[in-house]
Nanobody, 117 residues
């Protein structure tokens, strides 16, 4: 239903930081929920962080205190600031959007995050 273009992935040392960006265009309703998922090889895709129903910021327990989301409405962009990265954070990170409480209809292409010791 829309286009989500991600950027900011890369390889960092443990303890380092990355900032992921997700630029939205094409039929992405401003009222939609938006968030980040990740999937490591051999593991299930999991929720990371995002704006969910009612505009609430939600984070999975493993990233609380280290990751932070924000948005720039003028640029139609969602950000994920990742600090104190750990090797277990390494994964393909996906941006997603959809009607709150209904579905995640639009997905980005994924951006790879690698964390080295």
């Amino acid at each position: 239903q829309g286009h989500l273009v991600e950027s900011g992935g890369g390889s960092v040392q443990a303890g380092g930081s990355l900032r992921l960006s997700c630029a939205a265009s094409g039929n992405i309703d401003s009222r939609y929920c938006m968030g980040w998922f990740r999937q490591a090889p051999g593991k299930e895709r999991e929720w990371v962080a995002g704006f969910t129903y009612g505009g609430t910021q939600t984070y999975t327990d493993s990233v609380k205190g280290r990751f932070a989301i924000s948005e720039d409405n003028a640029k139609n962009t969602l950000y994920l600031q990742m600090n104190s990265l750990k090797p277990e954070d390494a994964a393909m990170y996906y941006c997603a959007a959809g009607p709150c409480g209904r579905a995640w209809d639009s997905w980005g292409q994924g951006t790879q995050v690698t964390v080295t010791s």
